[in-house]
Every structure is written in C-alpha cells, then in structure tokens.
C-alpha cells in the first residue's frame, strides 16, 4: 500500500450565483442546508477564484483547462479539439476538429432540422461513409457521438482554424460556404475550401443511404448531411503527468469536460449511473474517485447538476444538487485515503438570474493535513471571502493543491 | 426606450489618501460625511484596487487607460498623444506627439520665463506660424491649448519617441540638443534631429511676430520659442467600442482625461460648470452622465476635486469634495436607468502629506442589480479591504462591468 500523498479536486460545474430575491437575497449556496461541505470549510482554507481572470466570462472548458494550469489563452482555439478527443479520437498536434450536427437539408441545401429528427441509431453507418475520405490530400476522420453529433478531424500539413462556419445555426437558413476570417491566412482558407468540398459529400453520400432511406419510410427527417463547427486546432501542449509528475484521472459525466481530461492525458472512468442530469448519483461518482485514487495520485471530478439549475433559473433544482453534493463530501471525507487533499469548487459562476455563465468568481476551499483553517465556516460565495485564500485565479489551483501535496519541484535553491 | 443595462465608471481623481494625523489618524474619506456614497458600499460589492501594478505610482493618464482595459506598458509611451487627443488633434498610429510650452528664451537660448509670462491671448497667431511646416521630410502640425500650452505632430514613417527633452525644465537653463536615448535607435535619431530644427524655427519664426511686438511694448515677455516634451508615438490600439461593443461617452473637467478618453474613441461631452477646480458643479455633471446614458452604454466621468486637495496638502478641499461627490451619488442613484451598473473608484492616491500620486491602491465599490452585496457599509480605504471584491487590477474593472451588465462574449463552451 502506497502512502503518498493524493489529490481530488471536485468542480461543481456552474456552482457560483449571484443573490436571488426569492431565495431572500441569498445565494443558493447560501440557502443550501450542506453540514458538510460547510465542515470543509471550518477545517480548510477558503477564497474566491476568478477561473481565467477577473470578470472573464468563462465557458467549461476553457475554466478546466484553466483550473488544470494550461492557459486557455494559448491552449484553446475552439471546441472542436476537445469535443473529439471526448469522444475517443486520437486529436494530433495540428489537427483541425470540429463538432459536427447529423442535420436535414432539402435539394437545395436548406437546413429543414439541425438535429436530424434527433436520430438516435444508425450514425455510426452513416459516419463510416465519410470516415477516412481524403479531399485534396486532407484526410478525413469521422466518428459519431451521441444521438445527432459527431466529430470531425481534418488531418494534413499547413491547416488553419480561423474559419467562418458552414451551419446557418437556425432552421431555414442555407448551408453557408465557409470562408477562412482573414483573407491573408491561407493556411485556414485551405481549410474552408475542404470543408466546404466535405459538406456538399456528406450530402452526396448520405442523402440515398440505406439508413435514410429507411427514416423515409418511417416517416423521420433523414440525417442526410453534416455540419461541421468550433474549428479548433490541435495544440501542442504537455500532459498532466509531463508537467505535475501526477498520475491523473477523471471522473465527469459530460463528453466536454472527457474531452479536457482526455486531452492532458487523464484516465477517464466512466461511471454509469453518472447520466449529466439532474438525477446522477453522486454516491456512485465518490466511490469511483476513491476506487481511482488506488492507482492514480489526482482525481478531477466534474458534477453537471448546478450548472443545470442556473441555465434553467431553477434555484430549487441547484440546491437540490448542492445537498448531494454534500453526500457526496461527506462520503468522500470519510474514505479518501489519509494523506489526500480535497479542493472544492467551480469551474464558473451560473446565475440562475443570467441563465448562463458569468464572470463572477467562484468559492474554493482547500482542505487537507496542515492547510491553515481559517475563520470561514460556511462554503458560500461571500462567506468565503474572508478566507485566508484570498483572491485566486484558475492557474493557481494546481500549484496550490501539488505544494499542499509536497509534490512539486523548488525553484531556485 | 431601450431596456439595455448601462453602466456609470465614475473616477474620483486623487481619491485615495493615507491615515492623517490632524484627522485623528483618518483619512479624509473615514472623516467625511457621505450617507449616499456609503449607501453604495452597503448595497455594493467592495474591495480595494491597484490602477495599474501594487505599488505602482500612476499618472492619470495611465491609470485611466489601465482602468479602461488597456496596459499601460504597451499603450502608453509618452503623455504627448494623451495631451495632443485632448485638445482634438487626429493622433494617428505612428506619429509622434509632444506636450510644448511657449516660453521665453534670450538670444543665446537661455530660458527666462517658461510659461512666456502665462500668455493668455495670442497663442493661436503664434501657432499658425509654425503650423505645417516640413522639416527634413516630416510634416509639422501644431495646435495651442490653453494659456502658455499647446501640442505638436511630427507625422512621417519611421520616426520614434524614444527621446531626451530640449526643454531645460527650470529657467536660467539654456535649451538643450535632444538625441535618442539610445544611439542605436535610428528611428529616435531622426526625430531628435527633426525637433532641434523645429524649436530653433520656432525662435526665428516668432520672436519677430506681431503678437510677441505688442507684448513686448505693453512690457510682457514675449512667447518667443516653442519647448516641446514628453514625447510619445500614436499607438495601434483598438477603440473601446471594438473591445467592448460598448457605446461610450466621457463627463471629465481636463484635457489630459479627455485625452485619453477621445483616444479610445469615446464621445466628448462638454460641461460648461465643470470647472477642473474646486468649484466644479458636480450636479451639472451627473446630470450630463444621465443624459449621456440616453444613447450610450458606458459613461466614463472623472472629478477632480479630491487631487487638488492632496496636491495642495489640503485636506479640508478633500472632504469638501467628497461631500460633493456624496450629492452626486446621489443625484445618480437616484435617476440613472433601471438596469445600469454604478462603479465608484479612484485613478490613484493622491495622500495630502505626499502632496503627489502615491502608489497606495484605491477603493472601488461595484452596485446594481444582482452584485454580491458584502458586509462593508463605509467606503474608504480601509473599510473595503474586508470586502468581496478582494484586491484587484485596473485591468479588471471593466471585465467585472461587462460581466455584471452581462455583455461580454463567452470564452469557450
């Protein structure tokens, strides 16, 4: 049995609120009965964290990027990147991916149904037709995800990712022809011209296939074109175990944040019962962290319920999600090895009031042996202001959690 | 009648002191009397704020551009584009500005007056003599300000700022030979070179003028030479309503914030009570900002006020001051918009005994609707470091604005 030191960091996606009239002008946290979570703060230490930088309105991936130390800045050009890598594919330095809708187009190109009738079965046939293509000595690589997406990875020399997108993003509209934003960039000009080559045979090969044809007759939209979008390019950056020394693991329930875990090298397990909703079970999710850290030194954790609550201006179901998120703590205090650090907090604020993410910073704490406790005794967005944290950026976190740890290198002599 | 959210960045120059022994070891904000500006604070979201880098001493000029979003460092060479802005000069990207004086030298260039007797008449005759002027190639634009002040242009490709003063700073001085700070800076060579030729026309071209014949028989000194200073190239920056998408107008009482604020291509709005002094109409300026708010999302307004009071060691004209700003306060909440975001800050200290900018951080206070209210309810120096804001930068004010208001982009999904 191995006795070094270990580390969870568990977000609450979307956790961070602003104050709610009907909650009294409280926050859900604020409101939330979490003995808990508020005895990780009594025996922790507390701050607030801007995820990328004061007032910047993150988005989840670019906060966990952040939170795992890689400059979003310089590590995240889109979202397609990491949306394949969530999905299994192999995304490689210079790589141009994209997230991609099953959609329905008529004859002359209209979008009729972004989502393909919401296909449920079938796409993996439909993307074996246009997986392995090449257009114009670009090789193509396509894999299905769940219901209507997929992903797309363009793989060649000299490719560009700044590129306007071929989805009209709303129905009715016709499939635009993709341009690269800046004239001058030919390396992203090269990359339009193949995409827009790519959507025209997405049509030419799925319009008249079995699998369609079978849609037709059962009276469903046809998944008879792909639009690709969020070109991104494949970075050239180290992974967790390069650059922390830490054996690394994930435990989350969306394909987005996989695709941030998969990408720095995490493990990912996959947890069943983990569904992205509002009924996950958390209990489930704490037994696989504990499971994972007998072989691994870190475990990332993400849990979507919060994030839910803000986006639908549902305060009730966010509180319902922090009580089990205080289960969740409380099994995770009680079975974590003893040497491990628990760091709990948010990969950005979702007022319910905004319905979407704002830039408002999130609580974290810090708790472990020896961290300095401070005098905040409740996990809350303003209670934990006065903790002995202070005012801290995403970048920061892993740093704090390896020195916790004793893990990290010195700098000088 | 748009329902958009608004915002107010109101900017108290000089604001910030330090603990003063004749108020009892307070500063003048902890001894005034401001109900209105500490209603703000209770209703608030407070903390303390470092215009550009703890313990940085900020001019106005770059702390307004820092508080503004834009670094200083990279935006900010010399105070000549602030000041040639100021007074409606078209800076462009690469030209070289300089603040100048009319002084009054003898013939062999020894400065006797360096305010040529603070002329108050004359100077626009004075400057169409060396307006247009071409020197080796460079085109010379010249346009007086107020009493003995004015700013110049040299426009060409190539030229640099990087440059040693002609103006001996202290009179009984003769004018000294500008070069480039560094020998190898070509680019700064030919300026240096340009602006010797220039302040020596100047003495030929108006020490024989008509203006300066009638001053020296109504026995005045003559405004006989021009002294350039402060040399500063027009830099490449984007405008605020291109970083923001924020239409902005600017309420200030001096040239050099009008400058700056004409420089990120806000709107200039005149207020003809707004003195620059003591006596300012600060009612008449709120009054301008509401106004302003009918067909603009931001106003920037700075008052003066409590900077001449620290300058002059004043610390009476500091409260007075604040207690003016205090009805301003109130005048603001009171008739601004529903949805707009009202920010009171400081663009430094200004601490009586120091009788100059100081590099203590500043109290900034962020209010409307849905803020994180924290328990502070006084604004001063020390009141606001128990607050939720923590310690930021000038760089973050408007993110933090821009979050609030809930106009800002998404970074990443």
């Not at 890598?85 to 190109?109: E, H, L, P």
């Not at 909703?277 to 504990?290: F, P, R």
């Amino acid at each position: 049995m191995e006795n070094k030191p270990k580390a969870v960091l568990l977000i609450a996606d979307g956790l961070g609120d602003r104050t709610i009239k009907s909650l009294g002008d409280k926050t859900p946290l604020e409101v939330s009965v979490k003995p808990n979570i508020d005895r990780l703060a009594t025996d922790g230490e507390c701050g607030i964290m801007d995820p990328i930088a004061a007032g910047v309105r993150a988005g989840s991936d670019t906060a966990h990027l952040s939170i795992l130390g890689y400059d979003p800045y310089r590590y995240y050009t889109g979202r397609g990147p990491y949306e394949a890598a969530g999905i299994g594919m192999d995304v490689m330095q210079g790589d141009i991916a994209f997230r991609c809708n099953f959609s329905t187009v008529d004859s002359d190109m209209t979008v009729t149904d972004r989502r393909a009738g919401r296909i449920v079965s079938g796409t993996d046939q439909l993307a074996a037709a246009v997986d392995g293509l090449e257009i114009d000595g670009v090789k193509v690589i396509f894999k299905e995800s769940v219901a209507h997406r997929g992903a797309l990875i363009l793989r060649a020399p000299g490719l560009g990712a700044d590129i306007t997108d071929t989805d009209p993003h709303h129905e009715g509209g016709k499939i635009l022809t993709s341009t690269a934003k800046d004239p001058a960039d030919l390396a992203s000009a090269k990359t339009a011209a193949v995409i827009n080559k790519f959507v025209r045979m997405s049509y030419d090969l799925l319009d008249s296939h079995p699998v369609n044809k079978e849609r037709a007759a059962n009276g469903l939209n046809p998944a008879n074109v792909i639009l690709p979008r969020g070109a991104g390019i494949g970075p050239d950056m180290s992974s967790f175990l390069e650059k922390y020394g830490l054996r690394a693991a994930c435990v989350a329930e969306t394909g987005l944040i996989n695709g941030v875990a998969k990408y720095v090298g995490m493990k990912i397990i996959e947890v069943p019962t983990a569904t992205g909703g509002l009924d996950s079970n958390l209990i489930d999710m704490a037994k696989a962290i504990v499971d994972a850290l007998a072989d691994h030194d870190f475990v990332l954790c993400n849990v979507k319920g919060a994030d839910l609550g803000g986006h639908d201006n549902n305060p009730q179901a966010k509180i319902d999600t922090i009580v089990k998120l205080d289960e969740m703590i409380a099994y995770l205090m009680a079975n974590v090895p003893p040497k491990t650090y628990l760091t709990l907090t948010a990969d950005h604020s979702t007022p319910c009031a905004v319905m979407d993410h704002s830039g408002d910073p999130v609580p974290i704490v810090f708790w472990g042996e020896g961290v300095r406790s401070d005098r905040v005794n409740k996990f809350d967005e303003r209670s934990v202001t006065a903790g002995g944290v202070g005012r801290i950026k995403g970048t920061d976190v892993v740093n704090i959690i390896t020195q916790l740890m004793f893990v990290q290198e010195k700098f000088g002599a």
